[in-house]
């Protein structure tokens, strides 16, 4: 349930990130169309890097991990970042033709703060969570 719980949250700062990125980098607002279809790929792909990415990576880093608390502090979170890279060129490549000049499109970078946002949260929430044993 904590697992879930910090998905949740991870997924919801992520869209959060993505509006915002929206307004402040390019000052527009989605529509209701554009929103729905960013909910259900972001929360779809989310769904499966948590499962095959994002949770057997954090377990591996914190069995590898020394007791170095601050450490944990620091590198669950960048972790977290750097496999939000895997999710963008998931949605990237499923929704272009060209997925080179797609990963550097502006649309890929709403996704990269979303999943940049994600993946530091999820990552920060593991910690808290999580990271009793080891860190």
């Known amino acids: 349930m904590k697992l879930f719980a910090i998905s949740v949250l991870s997924w919801l700062a992520g869209l959060v990130a ?25 929360a779809l792909v989310a769904a499966v890097a948590i499962t095959i990415g994002y ?12 007791s170095d608390r601050i450490a944990g502090w620091l590198l669950f979170p960048l972790l977290g970042i750097a496999l939000g890279v895997l999710p963008v060129v998931f949605i990237v490549g499923v929704l272009s033709k ?32 999580y990271g009793r044993r080891s860190v």
Request: net charge positive.
């Open 98 to 129: 060209n997925i080179g000049s797609a990963l550097v499109s502006p649309e890929a970078g709403l996704f990269y703060c979303m999943f940049g946002a994600f993946g530091a949260v999820f990552g920060g929430g593991f910690v808290l969570v």
């Open 18 to 42: 993505y509006l915002a990125a929206l307004r402040g980098f390019w000052r527009q607002r989605i529509s209701p169309g554009d929103l729905r279809a960013v909910i259900f790929w972001s």
């Open 55 to 66: 949770v057997p990576a954090m377990f591996a880093l914190r069995d590898r991990l020394s």
